[in-house]
């Protein structure tokens, strides 16, 4: 009994010990503040490109509106004719050098209305790749051709006559962004 008794003291004592290290040791608690008053202006470079005169950069042009001289129709759109989106960048209110990448959104066309980069319809249009570096001119003009070729088959008088008297209309959009290691 005595070593059971014996065992029970030395617990006693060790329980009795850790309580008094722990509750007697200075706990701290500290947290790293800083404070500032006053006021200082920030300068932030100008961003706010344009496209056709608009901070909208994503819109929808009617083809109606971009009609080229042609042999079928200067005011409708209809089998037979083209155009030329004329997309007009202006980076007067950018401070920095900027890439920008003009894209078209997704479609309604006919089959036979094509999308092109160049006027002489040879090239399929995907995206048009550019860069405004400071101190260069802040306008920059883009083309993008269309042309809705004049076919007499089945096929193509049906898909044709689909989207006769209907807006037809592409959706532009231009991702603009700072130039990274341009210097400006």
Do not use: C, E
């Not at 007697?24 to 932030?44: A, C, E, F, M, T």
């Not at 004719?81 to 980076?91: R, S």
């Amino acid at each position: 009994m005595k070593k059971f008794n014996a065992k029970i003291v030395i617990l006693a004592i060790l329980l009795v010990s850790f309580t008094l290290v722990i509750f007697d040791v200075p706990q701290s608690i500290s947290r790293y503040v800083s404070g500032k008053n006053g006021s200082k202006n920030l300068d932030v470079a100008k961003f706010q490109p344009k496209l056709n005169g608009s901070t909208n950069l994503s819109q929808s042009i009617d083809l109606a509106d971009t009609i080229t001289t042609n042999n079928y129709s200067d005011d409708l759109v209809a089998p037979g004719t083209n155009g030329d989106i004329v997309l007009t960048l202006d980076f007067s209110d950018v401070d920095v050098s900027t890439d920008y990448v003009i894209s078209v959104g997704t479609t309604d066309l006919p089959t036979n209305l094509s999308l092109y980069s160049d006027s002489s319809y040879t090239t399929a249009f995907s995206t048009i790749n550019g860069t405004y570096t400071i101190g260069s001119s802040t306008t920059h003009t883009q083309h993008i051709y269309w042309k809705w070729d004049y076919l007499t088959d089945s096929a193509s008088n049906t898909n044709d006559n689909l989207y006769m008297n209907h807006n037809l209309s592409v959706p532009v959009n231009v991702t603009a962004s700072q130039k990274v290691g341009a210097g400006n």
